[in-house]
């Protein structure tokens, strides 16, 4: 089996919209607001399942418990969760304004450090993201435009079109806008500080918490006005992102086109679909998208139509 797929999970966000079923023809769950698809997890409070095959309805964990050597590899310890969480953003309006914990202090929070990445696979005319401070901003003048509820005016926003790739590290401040589709890797954390919401209510008609002093905490007030890197269309391979946790590079490969992507014994890889469809031994990965490569097994994709796909690797350290 050289490639598993998971079940996306659907996640009800406030700002979440519908467009996950428009663009991939997903089955979301009537009536509600879908900003995020967990397409990979390994958490104790949410597991993926793996949708077909002789793995059919395994969980995530039961595969790493059962199966580490060929999975992840033999200096994975089986009890050790999978160190990256994939996501499908739906932004139907902006998100809140955030930062995610630095390892140094993450702990001491009661939280754990995340670095992610964007990538932009659609992105309405108008739409922006915010990541970082605007050059000069400091902690003082922050705070103070925080009790203003004028924080917009001191952070960095800056267009966001399709292609486009933003790392953002932990402690960097950052918020996504409406109109954007994103797919986003990360860390394997759930920890999340809100600093601001907009003023705006949850589903439930009161405001969401906010986490102003863990923020405060864990802003990088040294990180200015950031810029997303601009993908080549027109290029067949690119890394567009590369950190300590892991390398995300982007593939386009022309309809009948084969291209090894993974060795037995190298490396662990995740292969995220943008748009059309990658046939290999036993599989089949259309639009939306992810499979895991596990560690004992080749890869070899073949485009049935034009395909621009990424393949997050670099992550089993």
Not at 24 to 48: A, Y
Not at 174 to 187: F, K, M, P, Y
Request: glycine share 10%; proline share 5%; with cysteine.
């Amino acid at each position: 089996m050289s490639v598993v797929k998971f079940t996306p999970i659907c996640v009800v966000r406030v700002w979440g919209g519908r467009s996950l079923a428009k663009v991939f023809g997903r089955d979301l769950p009537e009536g509600k607001r879908i900003g995020e698809t967990w397409e990979i997890v390994d958490r104790p409070e949410s597991q993926s399942i793996v949708a077909e095959g002789p793995l059919k309805d395994r969980t995530l964990r039961e595969l790493i418990e059962g199966n580490s050597d060929w999975l992840l590899g033999p200096s994975w310890p089986s009890a050790k969760p999978f160190p990256i969480l994939v996501k499908w953003l739906d932004c139907a309006e902006r998100l809140s304004l955030q930062v995610h914990p630095p390892s140094a202090i993450a702990h001491e929070l009661g939280g754990e450090p995340k670095t992610e990445n964007w990538y932009v696979a659609k992105a309405a005319s108008g739409a922006g993201l915010i990541a970082g401070l605007k050059s000069g901003v400091s902690k003082e003048s922050f705070e103070g435009a925080l009790n203003k509820g004028c924080l917009a005016d001191l952070c960095h926003r800056f267009p966001s079109f399709a292609g486009d790739s933003l790392l953002v590290e932990s402690g960097r401040i950052h918020a996504i806008d409406e109109g954007n589709l994103i797919l986003e890797v990360q860390q394997n954390s759930d920890t999340t500080y809100r600093v601001y919401d907009w003023e705006r209510v949850g589903l439930d008609g009161e405001p969401r918490e906010l986490h102003v002093e863990e923020s405060m905490r864990c802003i990088n007030f040294a990180d200015f006005e950031p810029e997303p890197f601009h993908s080549d269309p027109e290029a067949a391979e690119q890394i567009i992102a590369a950190c300590d946790h892991f390398r995300i590079c982007k593939f386009e490969l022309a309809d009948g086109q084969k291209k090894k992507l993974s060795s037995a014994g190298g490396d662990v890889a995740l292969v995220h679909i943008l748009s059309g469809s990658l046939y290999g031994e036993g599989c089949f990965l259309k639009a939306g998208d992810t499979g895991l490569v596990p560690f004992a097994e080749d890869f070899f994709g073949q485009a049935s139509e034009k395909t621009t796909f990424l393949v997050t690797d670099r992550f089993i350290r």
